[in-house]
């Protein structure tokens, strides 16, 4: 059975970090797309960050750029999501995404181009 698992989310004061793992298990994440939503109370899914089956494209939502930083690991078959100066405003269920895709280099930003999704993970920033 196809299986996305993230972990490492928790209550975080203002200013500090959090590093969110996705885990992928019965199937490989060769070929696949991965990505970051996240969800806030009473607010639509939105896109966090992406990143190509190779590692080396990867994009951002404009009000986390600078402070979180995606990356994979394909041997682990699994995904990170580093969140450093994190804002009230970032508390949110967290969630991954996994898509196939024919080219190393292809990002995928919207919820819509997804097939895989784990459960979510809380994080909430507050003091």
């Known amino acids: 059975q196809k299986h996305l698992a993230e972990s490492g989310g928790g209550l975080v004061q203002p200013g500090g970090s959090l590093r969110l793992s996705c885990a992928a298990s019965?199937?490989?994440?060769?070929?696949?797309?991965m990505g970051w939503f996240r969800q806030a109370p009473g607010k639509e899914r939105e896109f966090v960050a992406a990143i190509s089956w190779s590692g080396r494209s990867t994009s951002y939502a404009d009000s986390v750029t600078g402070r979180f930083t995606i990356s994979r690991d394909n041997a682990l078959n699994t995904m990170y999501l580093q969140m450093n100066s994190l804002k009230p405003e970032d508390t949110a269920v967290y969630y991954c995404a996994a898509a196939r895709v024919s080219f190393a280099s292809m990002v995928l930003k919207s919820y819509s181009h997804y097939d895989y999704w784990g459960q979510g993970t809380q994080v909430t920033v507050s003091s």
């Open positions: 019965g199937f490989s994440l060769v070929n696949s797309a």
